[in-house]
């Protein structure tokens, strides 16, 4: 059942709803952004920061910070088993244990286990699936990611739309390669706020200023300038994605989400990966390696998030008749069995333990 069938958005007024569709993104990174925000909605700024905070304590937003990149950051993939169903939850508890997996999906497939692991290097994630593999007697399946063509889970949710981006225009889709090697370079200012943001802001007047006087307590001579500065240049890097109120997609009733598999010719893989990506319904668009030694052909990856299972699916049905028309598979989500955010006090340390 969607959650939208709950009435969620009976008593939000228009400043709630642009507050929840408007400030997904592009949060003011300024020493008092509540009071920026204020003046652009024609509310004080005191009423801005309750709003936030109202909208957090019903679970509409799941946090206000910023949204992380791992991939920029460590080394990250996607990951599967087929774990047999009398094993299924002593399965799921041993990949759970790890602190360096933040996403634990069951999929309605033959490998119905999916995961993510971000580790601070490649040697590092690599040891944990190699673990996983030894304690769990169960073949890994190790999908990195090698392309990414669109990747947003930035929509309007404050309408009747059955999917997401339906209301929206298309978007811009480039090929952008990821690195296995990566590593984000960090200066120990930008290390030391990556930890110290990785569950999100403190709701507060002066979010800002309250990292800089945390970072200073835990024995690094920072002020809100440098933490401004430094929050800056993490966006520009590309470490962080985007800053503002992170949305609780299920809660506002896009519950309904499928990732679909694509065996896509490798010569047409990048083109019809950017055409894909730009269609509004369309949150996610990716490729990532075929493992034909285990029996999977494919390799690009596209996710639709929507209210009702019927319409996402008719989204699909037109993906594959005019934009894909290659063999695919369709992995429903059934159960989430593990979800947070990359562990940045991982990334950033020096060995990564």
């Keep these: 059942m969607s959650a ?26 300024v020493e008092r952004p509540f009071r920026v925000v204020g003046d652009d909605l024609g509310i004080g700024e005191d ?80 040891a944990i699936l190699d673990e996983i593999e030894e304690r769990t007697g169960c073949a890994v399946l190790n999908l990195p990611m090698l392309t990414d063509y ?33 590593a984000g370079d960090l200066t120990e200012l930008e290390a030391d706020l990556l930890v110290e943001i990785q569950d999100g802001f403190p709701l507060s007047a002066t979010p800002y200023r309250d990292v800089a006087a945390a970072l200073d307590a835990g024995g690094l001579d920072a002020d809100v300038d440098d933490v401004i500065g430094a929050v800056d240049r993490l966006l520009e890097n590309g470490c962080i994605k985007r800053i503002g109120c992170i949305v609780n997609h299920v809660v506002t009733g896009f519950d309904a989400n499928c990732m679909v598999v694509w065996d896509v010719p490798d010569d047409e893989l990048d083109a019809r990966g950017e055409a894909v990506g730009e ?32 319409a996402v699916d ?18 429903y989500s059934t159960e989430t069995l593990k979800q947070t955010g990359a562990r940045y006090d991982e990334l950033v340390s020096a060995e990564g333990e």
């Design 314 to 331: 008719e989204k699909i049905d037109e993906l594959a008749a005019e934009y894909l028309p290659v063999d695919h598979e369709r992995l």
């Design 47 to 126: 009423e801005a920061l309750d709003r936030v905070r109202r909208l957090r304590e019903r679970g509409i937003f799941r946090r206000f910070g910023a949204v992380l990149n791992p991939p920029v950051i460590g080394s990250s993939t996607l990951a599967a088993v087929s774990a047999p169903e009398e094993r299924f939850d002593e399965i799921a508890t041993v990949i759970n244990g790890y602190r360096q997996v933040n996403h634990n999906y069951r999929r309605d497939h033959e490998w119905n286990m999916w995961f993510v692991v971000t580790a601070a290097s490649r040697e590092k994630r690599d």
């Design 4 to 29: 939208l069938e709950d009435d969620w958005r009976a008593d939000l007024d228009d400043v709630d709803a642009a507050l929840v569709d408007e400030y997904q993104s592009g949060f003011p990174v």
């Design 279 to 310: 269609l509004p319904y369309v949150t996610l668009c990716y490729h990532r390696p075929r493992r034909p030694d285990q029996e999977w052909p494919y390799n690009l990856f596209t996710m639709i998030h929507g209210r009702e299972g019927d």
């Design 150 to 182: 669109y990747i947003d889970l930035e929509f309007p949710v404050v309408n009747d739309d059955s999917f997401a981006r339906e209301s929206l225009s298309s978007t811009d889709a480039s090929a952008t390669r990821i690195s296995e090697e990566a």
